[in-house]
């Protein structure tokens, strides 16, 4: 049995709006696909986390709290992830996931948490704590060149500047930051965005995206996935769509 | 009186009355007016009889109802929101409604239901006798914030109070808060002791892993569910008060429990409800009731209005019950679990304002345990967002049904008859019970 392997970080700690669903949908559609997604979890403390074998490294979001105790034992994983990362594992990264692997952090207290600096974006609070981007959201992105819209729910209060390849353009909601014209940050194998639903939950091909470039990575042969009944997600897309969408 | 104090009452008087002349109830509007002309508007009520408010994040209203029937049973008129209105302008009218026209409200107890993120502003301008606190877990994140957000608010509150606490000693997140004045002596915890059902691991996501004093781990000798559990903190100790009230023999076949050494019969049997029950024992104690009505009260008394309320509709029966968060909805699954038959299972979601915009949290629902369920049906506005989380739970998606009308919803259900559960989140549950009635009517019409 074809086998992928993911690695959950924080799944105790990070997982505020339902965002380890994102793990349960990979692992179904996987299993739809005969491939056995295996999960392994890295948790504050830990030592002996297999960064280099994971073909899919994810982090949810989670409280400020929660962000700040682990914001130490996530900067001990740096060169991990990095060199997991350079060599072509898949990065999945949701709202605080997205957030703490940029530059830096600055809180709404104005103060300053360190990222882990893979990437070049940062992400600054709104100055009025209760001004935070929360609702539906709507936005369209490329797979392998083909335009696709993304549903998903926003609910933060960072603004993330300086992204250059973002996730997608923004047709209804916020995104990066208040009324935004882009939503979250992508590359060939990195997906960072504030869409929680969870994200996978209602844009099944972008499932399927990451179980394409995980397998064709693993066999150096272009993988295609087996079609399967979506039909319960296509009639829900054809509802938010029309809803979200119509609304603007 | 001060003048703006009998201008308030006056106008809100005058408000009530029009209203009614022109044939509408009165509801939250008042309330909702008085507050925006004058913030300290709850100071123009003169209570002078005692107040019990309930709060938590899982329970509130079936709490309230259970202690209005037992206060009302023993000891005259009281006043309470059994209904759910449980805002400050919620609460602001329902004064209006009872008072005189000098603000003056007459009867014997005060027995609210009150939001938790309304703890603070209400009690600062209303004399509170006992506060009951259930639990808190996560809960409509988009409109209430972090669990934490919410706890510091009530912990704020509590720093200054004085009264009676009745507090859930096995919720870490209510626990922590008998701390927040180490001069109140009323600090009175109620604890159940492992129940059949309760586990080692913990089998559902929740809040409060860490000990709010010392940050380290908490450490748990059991889960009865959720995080709501014997736990205590290895480094400070926390967790190791003595209970006021302790719970013991919960037996889920009877149904009963025991508390100071008599056994209580009571009407229903999960361990959501037993701890519910708990705080009721708990509260009642304090007010020195007949024990006599206590076992009356818990053998008998039905709260009904969609929590665990059962109907029977052409040879099925239907047991529904609200669920607003994941614990809600686990706690249901579980009741429709320990069934050893073949079952049916309606789930309706909406996500108007009062739910939360954000329906992702039915993903910290465990649908992986489902027994013996044959078919699903969905409804509600995002009747296809539980529809796809149930099937990537593992569920044969062909046996889901999506119905977002509920009148399609209740056809779609009752085609098969037999065992039947429904669970509907906060704006579901009137529709869903009205749903119900609407079908049973015309099945009785139709012979």
């Not at chain 1, 997982?15 to 890295?42: A, H, P, T």
């Not at chain 2, 703890?119 to 009951?132: A, F, G, M």
């Amino acid at each position: 049995m074809a086998e992928l392997k993911l690695l959950h970080m924080y799944p105790n700690l990070l997982d505020l709006y339902g965002d380890s669903g994102n793990v349960e949908i990979l692992k179904y559609r996987c299993g739809l696909r005969g491939i056995e997604l295996k999960v392994s979890r890295r948790i504050i403390g830990d030592t002996d986390t297999d960064f280099e074998s994971a073909d899919i490294i994810y982090l949810g979001g989670g409280a400020d709290l929660e962000q700040q105790m682990l914001a130490d034992d996530l900067l001990k994983c740096a060169d991990g992830i990095r060199a997991a990362y350079e060599n072509g594992a898949f990065l999945l990264m949701i709202c605080g996931g997205y957030q703490l692997l940029g530059q830096y952090y600055l809180d709404s207290n104005g103060e300053k948490i360190k990222g882990l600096g893979l990437f070049d974006y940062y992400t600054e609070a709104s100055s009025d704590k209760r001004k935070r981007c929360i609702g539906n959201i709507v936005i369209e992105t490329k797979i392998d060149g083909e335009s696709y819209k993304v549903i998903g729910f926003e609910n933060h209060g960072g603004q993330t500047k300086g992204v250059k390849t973002e996730f997608g353009k923004v047709l209804a909601g916020n995104g990066n930051e208040f009324s935004s014209a882009i939503e979250g940050y992508m590359e060939e194998n990195v997906i960072a965005t504030y869409l929680h639903g969870p994200l996978l939950s209602k844009n099944p091909k972008l499932s399927d995206r990451i179980i394409s470039y995980c397998m064709s990575r693993q066999t150096g042969e272009k993988y295609t996935p087996a079609a399967v009944n979506d039909k319960l997600e296509e009639e829900c897309r054809e509802v938010l769509l029309e809803r979200l969408l119509g609304e603007k | 009186m001060s003048v703006k104090n009998s201008l308030t009452i006056w106008f809100g008087k005058f408000m009530v009355k029009c209203l009614r002349l022109i044939g509408r109830d009165a509801g939250n509007a008042p309330g909702l007016v008085l507050w925006t002309l004058n913030k300290d508007c709850l100071k123009a009520f003169k209570v002078e009889c005692p107040i019990i408010a309930v709060t938590g994040t899982n329970g509130k209203t079936s709490v309230t109802n259970y202690l209005s029937h037992i206060f009302a049973s023993g000891k005259g008129k009281i006043i309470t929101n059994t209904q759910g209105n449980n805002l400050d302008t919620g609460i602001c009218s329902l004064l209006l409604a009872n008072c005189d026209m000098k603000g003056r409200v007459k009867a014997d107890y005060l027995v609210l239901e009150t939001d938790e993120s309304h703890v603070p502003v209400i009690y600062s301008k209303l004399k509170l006798e006992t506060l009951v606190l259930l639990n808190f877990f996560r809960d409509q994140l988009d409109r209430n914030g972090e669990v934490e957000t919410l706890i510091l608010k009530v912990k704020k509150f509590l720093e200054t109070f004085e009264g009676n606490v009745v507090l859930n000693a096995d919720d870490p997140n209510v626990a922590r808060l008998g701390r927040a004045n180490p001069n109140n002596k009323n600090i009175f915890y109620f604890s159940v002791e492992r129940y059949s059902g309760a586990t080692d691991e913990p089998y559902e996501v929740g809040e409060g892993k860490f000990c709010p004093f010392c940050d380290t781990e908490l450490v748990y000798d059991y889960y009865q569910y959720s995080h709501v559990g014997r736990f205590h903190c290895p480094k400070c100790r926390f967790g190791e008060d003595k209970p006021f009230t302790l719970i013991k023999n919960v037996d889920l076949s009877a149904p009963s429990f025991e508390a100071d050494g008599e056994t209580y019969k009571t009407a229903h049997n999960s361990i959501y409800y037993m701890y519910n029950l708990a705080a009721v024992y708990t509260a009642a104690k304090l007010y020195d009731f007949d024990k006599k009505i206590l076992h009356d009260t818990f053998e008998h008394f039905e709260v009904n209005n969609g929590r665990l309320e059962t109907f029977n509709i052409a040879g099925s029966e239907l047991m529904v019950n609200l669920a607003k968060n994941p614990v809600g909805a686990n706690m249901t699954l579980r009741v429709m679990n320990e069934q050893e038959c073949e079952k049916e299972l309606l789930f309706v979601l909406n996500d108007n304002l009062a739910d939360g915009h954000d329906v992702s949290w039915i993903w910290d629902i465990n649908f992986s345990i489902f027994r013996d369920v044959t078919r699903v049906v969905t409804s509600g506005t995002r009747a296809y967002d539980i529809a796809i989380r149930i099937k990537c739970s593992g569920y044969d998606p062909d046996k889901i049904v999506v119905r977002p009308d509920l009148d399609d919803a209740m056809e779609e259900l009752f085609k098969n008859s037999g065992r039947k559960f429904a669970i509907a989140n906060y704006t579901a549950v009137q529709p869903t019970r009205a749903a119900i009635k609407r079908y049973k009517e015309r099945r009785e019409a139709n012979g």
